[in-house]
């Protein structure tokens, strides 16, 4: 089974940056989506950016598609998520998680609704 391990987080004043990292191990799909979510405190969780292994075709939230970037390695086994601009209402703890996708998958719809393995997540806190 897929693995997934986050890393990055951290504390960052107002207006800062911070990158985070998601590395995927074990398991076998043809194709999948990996995609970074976060949930602040007493909030719902909320999908910010999702990748498609095969093709790199990329889908962001609204609210984050100016200050956010998604990226990842050759193998699509590694996934960044770029975080600029950074806002208090950005604290929250940040989460990866994937999904096999089939080739008619919409990526929207599989970042908001599809997402079946979850890593542990990393806390991002933005200080004014």
């Known amino acids: 089974e897929v693995q997934l391990q986050a890393s990055g987080g951290g504390l960052v004043q107002v207006g800062g940056s911070l990158r985070l990292s998601c590395a995927a191990s074990?398991?076998?799909?043809?194709?999948?989506?990996i995609g970074w979510f976060r949930q602040a405190p007493d909030k719902e969780r909320e999908a910010l950016s999702c990748?498609?292994?095969?093709?790199?075709?990329?889908y962001y939230a609204d609210s984050v598609r100016d200050r956010f970037s998604i990226s990842s390695d050759i193998t699509g086994k590694t996934v960044w998520l770029q975080m600029n601009s950074l806002k208090p209402s950005d604290t929250a703890v940040y989460y990866c998680a994937a999904a096999a996708v089939a080739e008619d998958s919409p990526l929207a719809l599989m970042c908001n609704y599809g997402m079946s393995l979850w890593g542990k997540g990393t806390q991002v806190t933005v200080s004014s």
């Open positions: 074990g398991g076998a799909f043809d194709d999948y989506a």
């Open positions: 990748i498609r292994r095969s093709d790199h075709t990329t």
